[in-house]
């Protein structure tokens, strides 16, 4: 079975201050990884995700994750946050391998809150 | 190039009550998706539709179904509706059910059950 893990559950920074918002997961089976935003009262964005290649993957909107097999793990960075960047941030994995499972694991969420 | 659209966007049902909501995929995508989130809970899968045939069932009771049309657009009904059951209902459409397809999330359903 698969589970991710986002180990912050709220993270408040400053504007322009860089941000790191951890997303560690655990699978049996090798795993697709994805970031999505959810901004208040709407549904879920896709902000970056990783399928293969270089580990190091980014978005249009300076957000980017390094995928680290070694520590299971996909931390979001971002080097200067908005205030426009509030809001709630959510880790998936789906499964690689052909397990017939065709579904989104979720963590629990993060929601960064970014102050003036 | 529309998104995933889902109606009604907030709905108020009394417990005991079924209720259906309906999602319009991405056009051309065939592979539709229902999750449920809840500030207890998160967000969990309920089941995935592919040419009209459910394909992965989540951990829900039966009271949860689903369907899937020709034009691969989908519903989902929920009876004997529980206060429980108040939460932000997700659809979700890829192109297909290749391993990797990205996953593309609509608005949502905000059901309150009362």
């Known amino acids: 079975a698969q589970s991710v893990t986002q180990l912050d559950s709220q993270v408040p920074v400053f504007e322009e201050a860089p941000v790191e918002l951890r997303c560690n997961y655990s699978s049996s089976v090798s795993v697709y990884l994805f970031w999505y935003v959810q901004y208040p009262n709407q549904g879920l964005q896709l902000l970056l995700k990783?399928?293969?290649?270089?580990?190091l993957v980014e978005s249009i909107n300076g957000f980017e994750a390094e995928f680290n097999k070694s520590q299971t793990s996909f931390h979001l960075r971002k080097p200067s946050v908005h205030i426009s960047d509030t809001a709630e941030y959510f880790c998936a994995v789906s499964d690689r391998e052909d397990t017939g499972r065709r579904a989104l694991t979720f963590g629990s969420g993060t929601r960064l809150q970014v102050q003036p | 190039k529309a998104g995933v659209t889902q109606t009604p966007r907030y709905l108020i049902k009394t417990r005991g009550q079924q209720v259906t909501l309906s999602c319009s995929p991405i056009?051309?995508?065939?592979?539709v998706s229902w999750y449920q989130q809840t500030p207890g809970q998160g967000l969990q899968f309920l089941f995935e539709?592919?040419?009209?045939?459910?394909?992965n069932k989540g951990n829900f009771p039966g009271r949860f179904s689903g369907r899937q049309f020709s034009n691969s657009r989908s519903e989902m009904n929920v009876s004997t509706l529980e206060l429980g059951d108040s939460a932000l209902y997700l659809c979700?459409?890829?192109?297909?059910?290749?391993?990797?397809?990205?996953?593309?999330f609509g608005e949502g359903s905000w059901l309150t059950v009362v």
């Open positions: 979700a459409s890829s192109l297909g059910r290749g391993l990797g397809n990205t996953i593309y």
């Open positions: 056009s051309g995508h065939r592979s």
């Open positions: 990783y399928l293969s290649g270089s580990t």
């Open positions: 539709y592919f040419s009209e045939t459910q394909r």
